[in-house]
C-alpha cells in the first residue's frame, strides 16, 4: 500500500488583518484641497482640506477575532472564516463619512450616475451630544474655515472647511475624534477574546492613527487612556500566547497518543490480530486525527509533518500485514482444502464396503485425519464437511440395516440366555462353593450353545452372568484359605502367643491395682484389650 496522503481541510482565503482591512475600508474619502488658481471657479462648492489626513483604524469584527493564526504548514489545513463578510459589520463603519460632510458640486461628481445610484447612502451615527460638546473644546474654526485642535501644549491645523457654518467644520472633525475614542473602547471590550495576531495588529493601528490624528478633542487623554489599554493588552497577549503555547503542547499530545495506538495496533502479532476491529479501531483514530485537525490549534508543520508520517507509517503497515496474513491463510486453506478433498474421496471409496469392522476402523483413522488436516474457509469447510459426512452416511446406514436384520434373528436366542441368567444368580449368595460350581457347569454350558444376541444387550447380559461368576470365585478363594494346613498350622501357632500374651497383661495389671499405680494399670489395660482382640480374630479365621 502507498503512502498516505494527509487530509485536507477545505480551502479558505486569504485571512486580511482585522483592522486593517476594515480601516481601509470604512475611512472617509475626502476630497482633496482645490488648486491655488482654481478657488474662483468652485468657491461655491466647499472642500474640506486636511493636513497629515492618514487612514484611521478600524477594530476587527466579531468574525474576525474567531480566527486562527495564519497558516505556515503544509501538512493538517485548519478552515478559516472569509473576512469579506465580516467587514460590513465591522466597527471602522463608525470611520464612514458622516452625512453632514459637504458633498462636492454636481459638476464633480462621477459621469456614470448609475454607478453613483448604486452606491448606498451612508447612515448618520449616532452621537453623544455631551461627549461632542467637551471634544469641541479643545479645538477652533477660523475665518476661512480652517480647522485646529489643542494637542500637547500646541496647537496644529487638522483641516479646512471653507464656505461652510463653523459648527460643521468643527463637528466633522469632532466626529472623527468620537471615533478614535469609539475604536479605543471597542478594543478595550474586545481584548480578551483577541488572538496574539489581532492584538498586535490592532496595537500598531491605534499608534499611528492616535500619532498625529485629523480630529478635535482631548487628544493627550485619549493617548493616555490607550496607554494605559496597551499595558494591559501587552499583558493579555503574554497570557494568550501562554495558553496558545501550552493548549499547542497538548495537542501534540494528544496527537501523539493517537499515533502511538495506531502503531500499538499496527505492532500486533497477525497470527492473533482481530482484523475487523482492528480496522475499525484504525479508522476511528484517523477520524479523532481529522477532527483535532479541525478544532485543535495548529501545530508547527515540522511536528505534525513527522506525526502524520507515522501515522501514515503505520497505517501502511497494517494493511500489509493484513494482505500478507491473509493471503497466507488463502494458501493455507487451499491446502486444506486439497487434503479434505482426497480423504472426502478415500471415504467415498468405501461408502459400498461390506468389511464392516474393517471398514469402521479405515473410517475412524479417516476421521483422524480429518481433524489433524485443519480449517478451510467455514463455507467451503461445511461444504466439505458434509460431503464426507454423507460418504460415511452411506455406510453406517447399510451397516445399521444389517445390524437390525441380524438383530431380529437373535430374538430367541436372547430369551433363552434371558432364563440362563436368572438361573445363575438364583446361586447367590454362595455357600457351598462346591455345590454352586457344580450347579453353574451346565448353565455356561447351556450360555456358550444359545449363540449370539442382539448387539443392544450383551453387555447387560454378560455383565449379569460374569457377576454370578465373581462371587463364586470369591467364595473358592475363601473356602481354600479357611482349609489349607499350612494356614491353620501359622494361625494356631499365633494364637498360642496371643493366649500367653494376655496371661501375662492379667498379671500385670493385677499388680498395678494392688499397687494402686494408675498409670501401669491403664497401660496393661489398653495392651489387654488389643491382644484379645487380636486372638477372637484369629481364632474366627481358624473355625472358618
Known amino acids: 500500500m502507498t503512502e498516505q496522503t494527509q487530509p485536507q481541510a477545505e480551502s479558505t482565503t486569504p485571512e486580511v488583518e482585522p483592522l ?105 451615527p449616532e452621537i453623544d451630544p455631551e461627549a461632542a460638546m467637551d471634544a469641541a473644546k479643545w479645538g477652533r474654526v477660523d475665518g476661512e474655515g480652517r480647522v485646529y485642535v489643542q494637542d500637547g501644549g500646541t496647537e496644529r491645523e487638522v483641516g479646512q472647511f471653507p464656505g461652510v457654518p463653523i459648527a460643521e467644520a468643527m463637528a466633522y472633525y469632532v466626529r472623527r475624534y468620537l471615533d478614535l475614542s469609539s475604536n479605543v473602547d471597542l478594543f478595550a471590550a474586545r481584548l480578551p477574546h483577541l488572538s496574539v495576531r489581532e492584538i498586535d495588529s490592532t496595537i500598531k493601528n491605534l499608534e499611528e492613527s492616535l500619532k498625529e490624528p485629523t480630529a478635535v478633542g482631548d487628544l493627550e487623554a485619549l493617548r493616555a487612556r490607550f496607554a494605559a489599554l496597551k499595558s ?90 493484513r494482505r500478507q496474513y491473509f493471503s497466507e491463510l488463502d494458501a493455507k486453506q487451499a491446502k486444506v482444502k486439497a487434503a479434505k478433498e482426497a480423504l472426502i474421496k478415500r471415504a467415498e471409496e468405501l461408502s459400498n464396503s461390506t468389511d464392516w469392522a474393517g471398514t469402521s476402523a479405515r473410517y475412524r483413522e479417516l476421521m483422524n485425519e480429518w481433524k489433524k488436516a485443519g480449517r478451510a474457509s467455514r463455507k467451503e469447510d461445511d461444504a466439505l464437511w458434509e460431503r464426507f ?68 444387550a450383551v453387555r ?48 500385670d495389671l493385677a499388680a498395678a491395682r494392688q499397687s494402686g499405680d494408675a498409670k501401669a494399670q491403664a497401660q496393661a489395660e489398653a495392651a489387654l484389650t488389643a491382644r484379645r482382640a487380636w486372638l477372637d480374630q484369629v481364632r474366627r479365621t481358624t473355625r472358618a
Open 232 to 321: 494591559v493588552a501587552v499583558e493579555r497577549r503574554q497570557a494568550v500566547a501562554a495558553e496558545r503555547a501550552a493548549a499547542k503542547e497538548q495537542a501534540l499530545k494528544d496527537r501523539t497518543a493517537i499515533v502511538e495506538r495506531a502503531e500499538a495496533v499496527a505492532a500486533q502479532d497477525p497470527a492473533r490480530t482481530q482484523w475487523k476491529s482492528s480496522g475499525a479501531q484504525l479508522r476511528t483514530l484517523l477520524e479523532q486525527w481529522k477532527e483535532a485537525q479541525r478544532r485543535g490549534p495548529r501545530l508547527d508543520r515540522s511536528s505534525e509533518d513527522a506525526l502524520w508520517k507515522r501515522f501514515s507509517h503505520a497505517r501502511t503497515t497494517f494493511d500489509r500485514h
Open 389 to 456: 459426512h454423507a460418504a460415511q452416511q452411506v455406510f453406517y446406514d447399510a451397516r445399521r440395516a444389517k445390524d437390525e436384520a441380524t438383530d431380529a434373528e437373535y430374538a430367541d436366542n436372547l430369551k433363552v440366555k434371558e432364563e440362563l441368567a436368572a438361573k445363575a444368580e438364583a446361586l447367590l449368595p454362595i455357600k457351598d462353593p462346591k455345590a454352586a460350581r457344580k450347579a453353574l457347569r451346565p448353565i455356561q454350558e447351556a450360555w456358550d450353545e444359545a449363540g449370539r444376541v442382539p448387539r443392544n
Open 460 to 507: 447387560r447380559l454378560e455383565s449379569r452372568m460374569r457377576a454370578v461368576e465373581d462371587a463364586l470365585r470369591r467364595a473358592e478363594q475363601a473356602e481354600w484359605r479357611r482349609t489349607d494346613p499350612e494356614t491353620q498350622a501359622r494361625a494356631q501357632g499365633l494364637a498360642s502367643q496371643l493366649e500367653d500374651s494376655i496371661a501375662g497383661l492379667e498379671a
Open 20 to 124: 486593517a482591512a476594515a480601516g481601509q475600508a470604512a475611512t472617509p474619502s475626502m476630497p482633496a484641497a482645490p488648486a491655488a488658481d482654481e478657488q474662483a471657479t468652485t468657491a461655491d462648492v466647499p472642500q474640506p482640506v486636511q493636513s497629515s489626513a492618514a487612514p484611521e483604524p478600524a477594530e476587527p469584527s466579531s468574525q474576525d477575532t474567531a480566527a486562527t493564526e495564519p497558516q505556515e504548514e503544509t501538512a493538517p489545513q485548519q478552515t478559516q472564516p472569509d473576512t469579506s463578510s465580516s467587514q460590513a459589520d465591522s466597527p471602522a463603519s463608525a470611520d464612514a463619512a458622516p452625512t453632514a460632510e459637504p458633498q462636492p458640486a454636481a459638476d464633480d461628481k462621477p459621469a456614470d450616475s448609475q454607478q453613483a445610484n448604486e452606491q448606498p447612502a451612508p447612515t448618520e
